[in-house]
């Protein structure tokens, strides 16, 4: 079946640690989303990606960095700067067309050790 | 500039009563509109869309939703609520043409008794 994963379920970080968040993708989508959900705040988006080897930075950048190398993979890394990573963190893709709405992962829940 | 604001951010219903969760907008451009389910600790799934065709939209699991430009809404409704409705709803918009960049509302909690 097709679909997104995101890997692992839940992952917690030490002080000054950065960790990679895993998201892969076998719907053929160009366009690949990171973003965060907190509690009563719905989701708000840290970075996108239309196309390989090129991404944009969303609401909310700060502290995080991704790549993407190959059109399935768009990973998410949160530096230590990122001061309060505690979050529901969601991968998402879509067709790069107008009017096209997006596929979400499972999620993956990062704490703070 | 664009925003959603859903109105209730609990509702509270029996099993085989109606839904109703209530979603305004706002959008300088003409607008695409979306309801996503999220049930715990799950990614978002796509209940219904609506891009600028028929008004009253149908989707999944008996879910509809009816687009009023006047009143600016997207209320989304169910004739009679299940206990497996129970989650959180998410009333989105975009610009109709363009990069998707997708506008959330804070989302609204179903809770469906027996």
């Known amino acids: 079946d097709g679909g997104i994963t995101q890997s692992p379920k839940y992952l917690f970080r030490k002080e000054g640690q950065n960790v990679t968040l895993s998201c892969e993708q076998n719907?053929?989508?160009?366009?690949m989303y990171w973003y965060r959900q907190d509690p009563g705040q719905g989701l708000r988006l840290i970075y996108y990606s239309q196309i390989v080897n090129d991404f944009q930075k969303g609401d909310i950048a700060e502290g995080y960095s991704v790549s993407r190398e190959k059109k399935e993979s768009f990973p998410l890394t949160v530096t230590s700067a990122q001061k309060n990573p505690t979050a529901f963190y969601l991968c998402?893709?879509?067709?790069?067309?107008?009017?096209?709405?997006?596929?979400f992962g499972d999620g993956t829940r990062l704490s703070i050790l | 500039a664009q925003s959603v604001t859903q109105l209730d951010s609990h509702v509270s219903v029996s099993e085989g009563t109606p839904v109703l969760l209530r979603c305004n907008y706002s959008?300088?451009?003409?607008?695409?509109l979306f309801w996503y389910v999220q049930h715990p600790n799950k990614g978002l799934q796509l209940l219904l869309k609506y891009t600028s065709a028929a008004t009253l939209v149908k989707g999944i699991n008996g879910f509809e939703a009816e687009f009023k430009k006047s009143e600016t809404s997207f209320h989304l409704t169910k004739p009679s609520a299940h206990m497996s409705d129970a989650a959180e709803y998410f009333c989105?918009?975009?610009?109709?043409?363009?990069?998707?960049?997708?506008?959330f509302g804070t989302g609204t909690r179903l809770l469906v008794s027996p």
């Open positions: 998402a893709s879509s067709m790069a067309a107008p009017n096209q709405p997006q596929h």
């Open positions: 959008s300088s451009y003409s607008p695409s």
């Open positions: 989105v918009v975009t610009p109709n043409t363009g990069f998707q960049k997708l506008v």
């Open positions: 719907l053929n989508h160009d366009a």
